[in-house]
């Protein structure tokens, strides 16, 4: 029984909240962790990426910034960078936060293109909070082919 009390965090009477629930939150991780804890949501920022017969389409979520604070790079051994910063809200001395649950801090996402991915070509652009990184491919030259004829 002190393992349930001490599971639900000794909340008798309250009504457990599943959303707030925290499973973790009493282990003792190190304290050295690669992700600190008021920016670890935004760290792991989810990037889809498709390939069509044109391009290399990458597409980011990132509600609440807007495109000065997300920078688009590409490094000379075709890597795409995908970086930005989401700042912490300013806080009144008369505000009483009862939840933070919207993360902030830096994030970083890098991708290594393909050998046929236009570097030089790459668009970018943000509508309603969603980046899309279009990288238009090179199209794949088919070889010539040169029927033999066969003697005998």
Not at 110 to 123: C, G, I, T, Y
Request: glycine content about 4%; cysteine-free; aromatic content about 10%.
């Amino acid at each position: 029984m002190a393992m349930i009390r001490s599971f639900f965090d000794n909340r008798r009477g309250t009504i457990f909240d599943p959303f707030a629930w925290e499973p973790f939150k009493d282990f003792p991780f190190p304290s050295s962790s690669l992700v600190s804890h008021d920016n670890s949501a935004f760290v792991n920022t989810r990037i889809d990426w498709k390939e069509t017969p044109e391009a290399h389409v990458f597409k980011a979520d990132l509600p609440g910034l807007k495109k000065e604070e997300v920078k688009v790079e590409i490094e000379d051994d075709r890597v795409l960078q995908i970086s930005g910063e989401r700042n912490v809200e300013k806080e009144d001395k008369n505000d009483i936060w009862h939840r933070v649950e919207r993360s902030s801090g830096k994030f970083l996402r890098r991708f290594r293109l393909p050998e046929n991915a236009k570097v030089d070509q790459v668009k970018a652009s943000m509508d309603n909070g969603v980046l899309t990184v279009t990288v238009p491919k090179e199209e794949v030259k088919k070889p010539d082919v040169k029927a033999i004829e066969i003697s005998g």
